[in-house]
């Protein structure tokens, strides 16, 4: 039996919000490049570690932005036990984003 290729860790980041979430729009930006001199990433020698995530979703209505956060902070944390180690979070409702539907 074949294996099939790894998806990358942004890949992953991205499916998971936008199933889980039912997302208008999802945008994961890998910059862990930014952080590649960092303590933490030298010794754990692992890539992928830093992401922004900016995610528009109707799921938000109604959440304080700390509830936001902990949604998507719950979905990744299979990610956040595997070298996943910062995010930067922009969580908004359709409406806040402009986004007509």
């Not at 952080?35 to 992928?48: F, I, P, R």
């Not at 902990?70 to 409702?93: N, P, W």
Request: net charge positive; proline share 2%; charged share 25%.
């Amino acid at each position: 039996m074949a294996s099939r290729p790894l998806l990358s860790r942004a890949t992953r980041i991205k499916s998971k919000l936008q199933s889980s979430l039912e997302a208008a729009m999802v945008e994961v930006e890998d910059v862990s490049y930014q952080h590649a001199g960092h303590v933490a990433v030298k010794e754990s020698g692992a890539s992928e570690t830093h992401f922004n995530v900016n995610i528009v979703s109707q799921k938000f209505e109604g959440q304080s932005l700390v509830k936001r956060h902990r949604m998507v902070y719950d979905l990744l944390f299979d990610e956040l036990q595997s070298g996943l180690h910062a995010l930067s979070i922009k969580a908004k409702t359709p409406k806040e984003a402009g986004l007509n539907n």
